[in-house]
C-alpha cells in the first residue's frame, strides 16, 4: 500500500490520512489512488465498488459496502458459526464467531432494534445477523472501518458520490503520460470493465485510432462519464465513424455553435 500512497505527492495530505482518517484535503483523483490503494493491500476489486465515501464528524471516510464484505470472507477463508440470537428490552442481539484459513477466531455482535425494518420482526433480524457477520469479517481482515448497516443508524452521516475529475494533460505531453492519463479516464470516469476494456480498445484501434489519443482528446471535449462515453460509442457505432469522430460530432459542433453566436 504505501508504494501506491507514494503518488500521493504532499507529505502533509498524506499524514492527514493516516493520522486522522480525513480523505477531505486529497483531490478527487488522489482520492482515487487512495482508494486503489486500500482495496490492493487487502485483494479487493476496485470495479466492483466495494467501498463508499462518508462525510462523519466533519471528517471524510470511506466505508464498507456488501460487496467487500463478500469477498473479503472469500479471499480469507472467512467462515462463521451459526449465530446466538438473544431478544430484550426491545433489541435483538446477534453474536457471531467466526475462523479464518489460518485459525484464527474471533467474535462480534449485531444489534438491531425490534421496530426496525417497519416492526418486521423477521426482517429485523435478519438485518442483525447481516451486521454481525460484517462487523466480524471486517475486525478479521484487518479493516477498521464501518459496514452499510452501521453508518445508517449514525444521526448526520451524508453519503459522498465522488466523481473523480481530471484536467486534460497540456499539449506536448510524452505518449507515456497520456497512457497513464487514458487509463485514469477509461477506468474512473468511464467504469470500463475488463472485458469492456478489450472490446472497445480493439474496436477503436480497428477504426484508425490511437487508444491513448482518442481517450485523452474525448476528454479534453467534455467526455468525463460513462452517460457521455455511452452517447459517444452509440453515435460511433450508428454512423460508422472512428471514435475521435464521433467526438467531433457530438461536442465540437456544439461548442462550435456556441462560437457562431458570440462572433456574431
Given amino acids: 500500500m504505501s508504494n501506491e500512497l507514494a503518488t500521493l505527492n504532499n507529505a502533509d495530505k498524506i499524514l492527514s490520512v493516516l493520522v486522522d482518517g480525513d480523505l477531505a484535503k486529497l483531490t478527487p483523483a488522489e482520492r482515487v489512488d487512495y482508494y486503489n490503494a486500500v482495496c490492493s493491500s487487502v485483494g479487493l476489486n476496485p470495479l466492483t465498488k466495494p467501498f463508499q465515501f462518508i462525510m462523519l464528524n466533519n471528517k471524510l471516510t470511506m466505508y464498507a459496502l456488501k460487496g467487500a464484505t ?111 492519463n487514458a487509463t485514469r479516464v477509461y477506468k474512473d470516469l468511464w467504469r470500463w470493465t475488463k472485458e469492456e476494456m478489450k472490446e472497445y480498445s480493439t474496436i477503436i484501434k480497428t477504426e484508425g485510432d490511437d487508444l491513448a489519443e482518442a481517450v485523452c482528446y474525448a476528454q479534453t471535449m467534455g467526455v468525463n462519464d460513462r452517460e457521455k462515453f455511452n452517447r459517444v460509442w452509440d453515435a460511433m457505432q450508428s454512423n460508422g465513424t472512428s471514435f475521435t469522430a464521433a467526438v467531433d460530432y457530438l461536442f465540437k459542433s456544439d461548442e462550435d455553435a456556441v462560437d457562431a453566436e458570440v462572433v456574431a
Fill in 70 to 180: 463478500d469477498q473479503l470472507r472469500q479471499i480469507y477463508g472467512v467462515s462463521i458459526d451459526p449465530p446466538k440470537i438473544e431478544n430484550g428490552n426491545g433489541w435483538i442481539t446477534v453474536t457471531v464467531t467466526g475462523t479464518d484459513r489460518n485459525g484464527r477466531r474471533d467474535s462480534e455482535i449485531g444489534v438491531v432494534s425490534e421496530k426496525d425494518m417497519q416492526g418486521n420482526y423477521a426482517n429485523s433480524l435478519m438485518k442483525a445477523v447481516t451486521k454481525a457477520k460484517r462487523r466480524l469479517t471486517l475486525a478479521m481482515c484487518g479493516l477498521g472501518m464501518l459496514d452499510e448497516t452501521e453508518v445508517e443508524t449514525i444521526p448526520n452521516a451524508r453519503l459522498i458520490e465522488d466523481k473523480p475529475e481530471y484536467k486534460s494533460l497540456p499539449e506536448g505531453s510524452s505518449p507515456e503520460m497520456m497512457k497513464q
